[in-house]
């Protein structure tokens, strides 16, 4: 098993240009969640999804979209990139209440 | 609003012991530990339900104080491989987390 994966591992932007972060598991979760995480910070959530066509805002859903039309996949869409978006992102995946696991998480730099 | 976690950080020599706390505001009906190592993703250690079920690691332990809105990580005989920042992440009932601000530990020789 592969896990959760993502892609890319690094980007960088222009403010103003827009981009899909990608996230795949192979675990058949059904829960999935987008994190980012700013310099020496914990761990914020984005955007979450309990299943295939359900999706819910996090703590911090503004300037993203999410869509989940598998269970496998999750992306997540940066429109009008902001230096404000500069961050970690991250992916995970639990069944249900279980543990989350984590993707390798993707370096955005916006300038 | 985010729990708060307690040391912001330690140091420890192999072999001392650890305890890292997680307070929240809120009701808890989870709370789940993570490790993160620098330059990586955050790695599952503990989960705590509410009830008192509880699964984790061979020689990392928890306790969850429901009344008082609280966990503590405990970190027995610290080995190198210890070093890292730690999470909690508090849960409602659909297991959205909200996470800490972290515990940077760093054990030495």
């Known amino acids: 098993n592969a896990g959760v994966t993502q892609t890319p591992k690094f980007r960088i932007l222009k403010i103003g240009q827009s981009m899909t972060l990608q996230c795949a598991q192979d675990?058949?979760?059904?829960?999935m969640y987008w994190y980012r995480q700013d310099p020496g910070m914990g761990l914020k959530l984005i955007y979450y999804s309990v299943g295939a066509g359900i999706t819910d805002k996090g703590e911090v859903p503004n300037g993203y979209n999410v869509s989940r039309s598998t269970t496998e996949d999750f992306p997540l869409r940066l429109e009008l990139a902001a230096p404000s978006q500069t961050s970690v992102y991250f992916c995970?995946?639990?069944?249900?209440?279980?543990?989350?696991?984590f993707g390798p998480g993707t370096r955005l730099t916006v300038l | 609003q985010q729990p708060v976690q307690s040391p912001q950080a330690v140091i420890l020599r192999e072999g001392e012991d650890a305890v890292i706390n997680c307070s929240s505001s809120?009701?808890?009906?989870?709370v789940h530990w993570y490790r993160q190592k620098h330059g990586e993703a955050p790695v599952f250690l503990m989960i705590l339900l509410k009830g008192g079920e509880q699964k984790g690691h061979e020689k990392i332990s928890a306790s969850f104080n429901e009344k008082k809105q609280q966990s503590s990580l405990y970190l027995t005989a610290s080995q190198l491989s210890y070093s890292g920042t730690y999470f909690c992440g508090t849960g409602n009932a659909g297991n959205m987390l909200t996470f800490g601000g972290g515990t940077r530990l760093m054990v030495k020789p």
């Open positions: 675990m058949n979760h059904n829960y």
């Open positions: 995970a995946s639990s069944y249900g209440t279980h543990e989350q696991f």
């Open positions: 809120k009701a808890l009906y989870s």
